[in-house]
């Protein structure tokens, strides 16, 4: 097999640096929004259409709040972790191994829960933000997105081409043994 050109091992180098400073700034702005549940609540009442009305949201609605905000944050630290470690596998020039492979299907695993994550994130947040309405008032809104979709279809196609290139990986060693 020939080894990956020098320019792709270089980008992938720096694409790997690059992740860990996206894992940074994930964290900064979890950090941010936790000290700022009030505000974090406010964001997602406008980014959902939800009027927080005159009735205090509570301290409930502020702990499930941060709650889902960490868990979504620790779904993309996880994410940004492995493409780190793809990009580790190419720069040195291990593309075509059954732990690249084995990486990239999770990376595939990982979108599709952040997928799923945010169609039902966007469902309880509405649920908490409103916990405190007067009755009538509380909203329970589920929606399906275009990116859901495209996320989900990415993550799903990034699931197969890892299983495939396993499956191709072990057809390869296998055939090692024949020459």
């Known amino acids: 097999m020939h080894p990956l050109p020098p320019s792709t091992r270089t980008w992938a180098h720096r694409l790997r ?13 979890g950090v941010y929004a936790t000290l700022d549940p009030t505000g974090l609540i406010t964001s997602r009442a406008a980014a959902l259409n939800i ?13 499930l709040m941060v709650t889902g905000l960490w868990i979504g944050t620790a779904l ?5 972790w492995q493409l780190a470690r793809l990009f580790e596998h190419y720069a040195a020039d291990a ?14 695993l990982l979108l599709f829960a952040l997928a799923g994550f945010g169609i039902l994130g966007r469902t309880l947040a509405g649920l908490a933000i409103t916990l405190n309405a007067p009755d009538g008032s509380r909203v329970l809104a589920i ?3 275009s990116s859901d979709v495209g996320l989900a279809l990415a993550g799903g196609l990034m699931a197969l081409i890892g299983a495939v290139m396993q499956q191709a990986v072990a057809v390869a060693r296998e055939n090692e043994g024949f020459v």
């Open 17 to 29: 640096l690059l992740s860990f400073a996206a894992m940074a700034l994930v964290v900064a702005a």
């Open 51 to 63: 009027d927080t009305g005159p009735w205090d949201t509570g301290a409930l609605t502020r702990i």
């Open 95 to 108: 593309a075509l191994t059954f732990e690249a492979a084995r990486t990239i299907r999770r990376i595939g």
């Open 76 to 80: 993309t630290l996880v994410l940004l």
């Open 143 to 145: 929606g399906l997105s």
